[in-house]
């Protein structure tokens, strides 16, 4: 039986996946073969379809008639296409795509979605699709319970969770099915429904909770999405009564085994654990003198009988730094704390790194431990949610720093793209909102972030480009134009008027929105930019600094090791450098810090007014909720550059060379 597409409730915007964008599948002749769970939701989507545009659907056996397009399982290739790969051809006026498992079959006909008319023309070469990457997940920093000062979603900037409500499951699960059925339109194929920080009441999901849970899982399942759930290490002790959670004792490995095993019961292709431990307060191996490997095998352990994984956080710190105490990094920590334990970790174990050092900025290096633990699986951790790049109320398009992360090239001539053996998770950015992503245009974030990690070497502006062609199926070219205009540069815009040369943060404590240069400088939490009346930065050189540069392979430790050899765009994140320093492009740190700021803003301007030239070519709602932001992202892209440029000129006394108006 076809299952039923989902119902968008009222009002929900359907994203990359508006009915449109089946018109070409809709208006033909299709033939469906083989069977499993998953070949009953691609039934039901073309099904779907053919009700709108007028074609065809047959199921099984041909009835004799030429069909456009076969979907079908089975006829392995030369090649093994495993569970989630297919293969896509064109030959005498039909397009097949073929699929060992349903999975495969599902994201073929994703595949043809978005090749739209193109799918149909002329002859096609018999392509094989695989995923780069085997585990492409979203971690949700949903709370159940409305925390008192993070709310219901964690770092959530799209309204609500989609999971829960005030201390309960939500249980809209069609609303569910439908961010499923988006996800896996990008190729996404896991999802972890609750927050790392794991209070009271999201502990019990493990337990006594796990029903709700089960039930996300179900409606998740038929787009081939798989559930994780994070857990809390000191669950023995809180939710078992027992009196330690110490990995090594025999009765907590013991509660870790029958727990799993009822969470197994409850959904038996539950996806693992995810566990921040020892860090922001949240409990973890430390307490009993037992190293994180220790910490990690013990969830492994538990869940390797039935085929699950542990990620393992690698977001471990001191976030309690005396700020006077100039000996420790906090850029060094996860590097320090991991590296040693290289090779410990079960293979059920995987070790889950931010991208880069500190937390998300718009501009940091690549984390030095994603190249120096060969003998471990890596998952490398984005960040869609915009906690420090706008907070979903500015533009800011992260395609290409991502991809710039995933194409950096630690020793051996790995890519991180390839390093990332365990996976490439990203922070979702989705919500109840009803354009998911709180900024219209911050759907491009959650679909790049999949596509990217189906291909980590895919080129960002044509994934960009595919977003565009998929939402705004029938955009005129001066539409998709304007869109991509938009969003494209928009990521370096926002760099432009926050904080400068890598330096990162200056931005408001706690909330983490709008500036506040010297907002963390005594602060316990590690992040600093020195600034003084001579010059601004960190010094991470090994030769005068805390040596983080040198936690880098060749050539980067020496690259990053000289402020002559050192990237401009980090020059700050490794150097204390002065205000009259000659940057690369010729400018001094100053007036490099005045030009971008004021440039930003004229970019912001540009784009505000680019946008507003598309009125009448979106739909009102959605181009009034972008216009609304961009009245906000201007205003705040002002405060930053009137607050930065304010800040420098007062303690350098170095002043613009334009002789434009500094307070
Ligand atoms: O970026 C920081 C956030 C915290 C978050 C933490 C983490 C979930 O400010 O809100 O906690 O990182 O990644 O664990």
Not at 77 to 100: D, N, Y
Not at 524 to 548: E, K, L, M, N
Request: aromatic residues 10%; proline residues 7%.
């Amino acid at each position: 039986m076809p299952l039923p597409v989902p119902v968008l409730p009222e009002g929900v915007d359907p994203a990359w996946l508006p009915p449109a964008a089946f018109r070409a599948i809709g208006g033909r002749r299709t033939l469906i073969r083989g069977s499993a769970p998953l070949v009953e939701t691609v039934h039901g989507e073309v099904v779907q379809a053919c009700r709108r545009f007028g074609g065809r659907v047959v199921r099984g056996a041909p009835d004799g008639g030429a069909y456009d397009l076969v979907l079908a399982l089975g006829a392995e290739g030369p090649e093994p296409l495993g569970e989630e790969g297919f293969t896509c051809a064109r030959e005498g006026g039909t397009t097949t795509v073929t699929a060992s498992g349903g999975r495969g079959l599902l994201y073929g006909l994703f595949h043809v979605v978005r090749l739209g008319d193109d799918a149909f023309r002329g002859e096609r070469a018999r392509e094989v699709h695989r995923p780069a990457l085997a585990l492409r997940m979203l971690d949700h920093w949903d709370n159940v319970a409305v925390h008192p000062v993070m709310g219901q979603v964690e770092r959530g900037y799209a309204g609500g969770s989609l999971f829960w409500r005030d201390g309960s499951a939500r249980g809209e699960l069609d609303r569910v099915r439908a961010y499923g059925r988006l996800l896996a339109a990008c190729g996404i194929n896991a999802v972890s429904v609750n927050n790392v920080n794991v209070h009271a009441a999201e502990a019990r999901l493990l337990t006594d909770r796990i029903g709700e849970v089960a039930d996300i899982a179900a409606a998740l399942r038929p787009y081939g999405i798989r559930t994780h759930l994070s857990v809390s290490f000191a669950a023995p002790v809180t939710l078992g009564g027992l009196p330690t959670a110490d990995p090594l004792d025999g009765a907590v490995r013991d509660w870790w085994a029958g727990a799993t095993r009822r969470v197994y019961e409850a959904i038996p292709d539950f996806g693992g654990y995810v566990v921040k431990a020892d860090s922001e307060g949240q409990p973890g191996p430390f307490a009993y003198g037992r190293s994180h490997a220790e910490g990690a095998n013990l969830l492994a352990a538990a869940l390797e009988p039935f085929g699950g994984t542990v990620h393992w956080r690698a977001f471990v710190y001191d976030h309690r730094q005396d700020w006077r105490d100039r000996t420790t990094d906090r850029a060094r920590a996860a590097y320090d704390h991991f590296v040693p334990l290289d090779g410990e970790f079960a293979e059920q174990a995987v070790l889950q790194v931010k991208h880069g050092p500190m937390d998300f900025q718009v501009r940091e290096p690549v984390s030095p431990l994603i190249g120096a633990m060969p003998r471990t699986r890596l998952a490398v951790e984005l960040q869609a949610t915009q906690e420090y790049t706008g907070q979903q109320r500015h533009v800011c398009w992260l395609g290409p720093m991502w991809s710039g992360v995933l194409r950096f090239r630690h020793e051996h001539d790995q890519s991180v793209g390839e390093l990332a053996r365990g996976g490439l998770v990203a922070v979702s950015n989705a919500g109840g909102d009803p354009f998911w992503t709180g900024h219209p245009l911050a759907q491009a974030n959650l679909y790049t972030f999949g596509r990217l990690a189906w291909r980590p070497d895919a080129e960002p502006r044509a994934v960009l480009d595919e977003w565009i062609k998929l939402s705004f199926p029938d955009a005129p070219p001066q539409l998709a134009d304007g869109l991509h205009a938009v969003l494209d540069g928009s990521w370096r815009t926002y760099e432009k008027y926050t904080a400068p040369l890598g330096v990162g943060f200056m931005v408001q404590p706690g909330h983490h929105y709008g500036p506040s240069v010297d907002g963390y400088e005594y602060s316990p939490w590690g992040t600093y930019h020195f600034a003084d009346r001579d010059g601004i930065g960190v010094d991470r050189s090994v030769a005068t600094g805390t040596g983080y540069a040198g936690q880098y392979a060749k050539p980067w430790a020496e690259l990053y090791e000289s402020p002559d050899t050192c990237p401009d765009e980090l020059l700050l994140f490794f150097h204390h450098v002065p205000y009259g320093h000659v940057l690369k492009s010729g400018k001094t740190v100053i007036q490099h810090i005045y030009d971008t700021h004021f440039e930003g803003v004229e970019e912001v301007e540009e784009a505000r007014s680019v946008w507003a030239s598309l009125a009448g070519l979106v739909d009102p709602a959605r181009h009034a909720r972008v216009a609304e932001r961009y009245e906000e992202q201007l205003r705040g892209a002002r405060e930053w550059r009137d607050q930065v440029n304010s800040y420098f000129f007062r303690k350098s006394g170095v002043p613009d060379g334009r002789g434009r108006r500094i307070c």
